[in-house]
Every structure is written in C-alpha cells, then in structure tokens.
C-alpha cells in the first residue's frame, strides 16, 4: 500500500512505503531539539545561567559579576539584551547586557539598566566548563554584536575586563578606553569599547 504526496502543485507527486516506524515521545523530542539554537534568554534560563557564571569566575576571581537576583532582574527588564548559546537544549554559553546612559561605566552600571539607550553594557560572558578551549566564547560574542548592530539606536558597547582577558576582546574589535574606575575585591579592569557602525551593511548580510 502506498500514499500519494503532493507538497506542490508544481512538483511532481513521490511516494511513501507504508508502513512507517513509529518515534516514541521521548525520540521525537530528542531529533526535535535543534543541534545549534541562538536565543534570547528568559528568566526561566536564569538557574543555569547562574551554574555556568559561578563555576567560570568564582574559582578564578572568588567573584561573582552577577548575582542570582541580578540575572533574573536584567532578563526580566531587557531580555533582548541577552544571547544564549544551546545546544540540544542545553545552555552552553551565554551573554548578558543592560542599557547604559553615560560615556563611561561606573559602579551604578553594574546593577542598573537604563532603557532607550544607545549604549548597551556587557555584564559578562560565560561558557560551560565542557565547551570551553572550543571558540564559543568567540563565537557567541561576534553573533552577539552582529545582533546588536540590527538593533535600532544603539550605537556601541561597553565592558570592562581583566588585563588577561584585553587581547581577546581587541581581536573581536574593542577599543581600550583606558583603566575602569570599578573595583571590585580590589581588582582593576580596563574599560573596552565596540562601535556598532555600519550598520546597513549588517542588516544586509546578517539576516536582520
């Protein structure tokens, strides 16, 4: 027995032997799951965000860049400011951002979003301990600025970060604007800066 199918009236009808396997749930779910998934995230992603974060920094720095309060306040008040990276729907790395207001980062950055800003300020960028040496954080942080540039008004991003971490973020194209006045357990950072420019030509070829 055989069923005809016709997906188009332009194309010539193809066949299905019967009868076909039958997929359990759980399978379906499994080949359902996208291999590679970019998203915003949502508070319901704050949990793993925080495992990822507090793995990745406490046992470098003894700090934390956000708590687990933070994080559910930025994805609650600027979620299209965030980037997660799954992979069969499995946070592997992520990004958070806020609004910022002022030509430089201060300590109130650190905890405020200011909306309708054309200033987006990187909290911090994180991968799981399995996908790391792997150019994820790389990755996730061109797809990241190639997303903001499609996003109208905003016109660059701020960071800071260690002296160690400064050749990684000029090889994705900050600027150094010099030392940051944020301290945090008496360690310094240097303030980095990403202009979001040509922004017509990333709406073209970026799939904006």
């Known amino acids: 027995m055989t069923k005809q199918v016709s997906s188009s009236p332009f194309l010539k009808p193809f066949f299905l032997k019967t009868p076909v396997r039958v997929v359990s749930p759980l399978q379906q779910r499994r080949h359902t799951l996208p291999a590679s998934e970019f998203r915003n995230l949502t508070r319901q992603d704050a949990i793993s965000v925080f495992e990822i974060e507090r793995e990745a920094f406490v046992s470098v720095s003894g700090e934390c860049p956000l708590t687990l309060d933070e994080v559910l306040n930025f994805l609650g008040q600027c979620p299209e400011l965030s980037l997660g990276w799954f992979e069969e729907g499995q946070l592997v790395a992520f990004i958070i951002g806020s609004g910022w207001h002022k030509e430089r980062l201060s300590q109130e950055a650190m905890t405020r979003h200011v909306p309708d800003t054309p200033t987006v300020h990187i ?12 150019g994820k954080g790389s990755i996730l ?16 991003a ?43 030509y990333a709406r073209r070829n970026s799939g904006c």
């Open 123 to 134: 909290h911090v960028l994180s991968v799981h301990r399995h996908c790391r040496q792997q």
């Open 141 to 156: 942080l061109w797809r990241y600025l190639q997303y903001l540039r499609c996003m109208p008004g905003l016109r660059r």
């Open 158 to 200: 701020l960071l800071i970060c260690e002296d160690f971490l400064v050749p990684f973020y000029l090889k994705a194209g900050f600027k150094e604007k010099g030392p940051s006045g944020i301290s945090v357990s008496n360690m310094q950072f240097q303030e980095m800066e990403y202009m979001l420019n040509g922004q017509a």
